[in-house]
């Protein structure tokens, strides 16, 4: 019976997407193969920034409600520090670091106090966000800041068949997202400290009884996933803008993206998030009124059908 719903339901999703793949093509071509690749590079920056958030929230268990305003702190930062120097690697460097820092002393001071406490952690963070966010609107105010692109990738990359031209820094945002995920996949399954990490999630007192120093391993992982929002932020201000109320916006993109992924797997957020960036640009373009909806559909859909996520490991 369980695989007669399988397969009643995989029908159910799969030949109405067929048939709107096929439908779109026909219909044009070009705005269907531009929308997608829109979608790819949108789903490229929600992976950057929900790849921290699956490290914070989906693998320590800590919830982190104020990594949409890292990434909106990371992305102010990046600005000013590539308008006053002109380098934008230099930004890049400027947001991850600032925001690694903010998100270290919320580790020693908050998170490493609260192990277990999910609904102390929401409410505090909740607060956070809010102090944060204001902070930022009192000192910088709320006028749209946008970054420019770097001079070699600025302008359109042509000669793409069908397409013709397209943006060459949206396009680098894909080759950007696959490295960080391969790192980050890397860091986490290959390397002696990722194996502490998933240890000391596991079994906390086990690992501290072998002579590791568990609220050191924590911290620099709540660094690195804060840092990866502030330099999603960085990124952000040149595609997107930086402007309060993005730190909402991103928060529920990265909530989205690692509980649709599934919690703790980063190929999972990789998952979610193509699947997030893709339907809200396909949404936008064909039926914007409802573009909306589609992305909360997806959600429902997961939380019913599948509610450890995509890829999420059953507890």
């Known amino acids: 019976m369980t695989r007669f719903w399988r397969w009643f339901w995989s029908l159910a999703l799969l030949v109405p997407l067929a048939v709107f793949v096929v439908w779109g093509i026909w219909d044009n071509a070009k705005l269907f193969f531009i929308t ?23 693998l320590m268990r800590n919830v ?5 305003s890292l990434y909106l702190l990371g992305g102010y930062v990046g600005y000013f520090v590539a308008e006053k120097t002109g380098y934008f690697a230099l930004a890049l460097a400027a947001g991850f670091l600032v925001a690694a820092l903010v998100g270290l002393l919320m580790q020693v001071s908050i998170f490493r106090f609260m192990q277990g406490e999910d609904l102390r952690q929401t409410m505090v963070t909740i607060g956070l966000s809010i102090v944060i966010a204001d902070l930022m609107l009192w000192s910088i105010g709320a006028t749209v800041h946008q970054m420019s692109a770097p001079d070699f990738l600025s302008g359109p990359l042509r000669g793409i068949p069908l397409i013709v031209a397209y943006s060459k820094y949206r396009m680098a945002l894909l080759p950007l997202g696959i490295v960080i995920g391969v790192l980050l996949w890397l860091f986490l399954n290959r390397t002696r400290v990722g194996m502490m990490i998933r240890a000391g999630v596991d079994d906390r007192a086990m690992l501290a009884a072998t002579g590791v120093n568990v609220n050191l391993v924590f911290a620099v992982t709540f660094a690195i996933g804060a840092g990866l929002a502030g330099f999603g932020g960085v990124i952000g201000a040149v595609e997107l803008s930086m402007v309060p109320g993005e730190d909402v916006r991103l928060l529920l993109a990265s909530l989205i993206v690692v509980i649709v992924g599934g919690m703790g797997s980063v190929v999972g957020a990789a998952v979610g998030a193509i699947i997030l960036g893709v339907a809200e640009t396909y949404g936008l373009a064909y039926a914007p009124t409802y573009s909306v909806v589609f992305t909360f559909v997806i959600l429902a859909m997961v939380l019913a059908f599948r509610p450890r996520g995509i890829l999420g490991a059953a507890a």
């Open 36 to 58: 997608l690749l829109n979608g790819l590079t949108l789903a490229s920056l929600y992976f950057i920034v929900a790849s921290g958030f699956t490290l914070v929230f989906g």
């Open 64 to 68: 982190n409600l104020a990594h949409g």
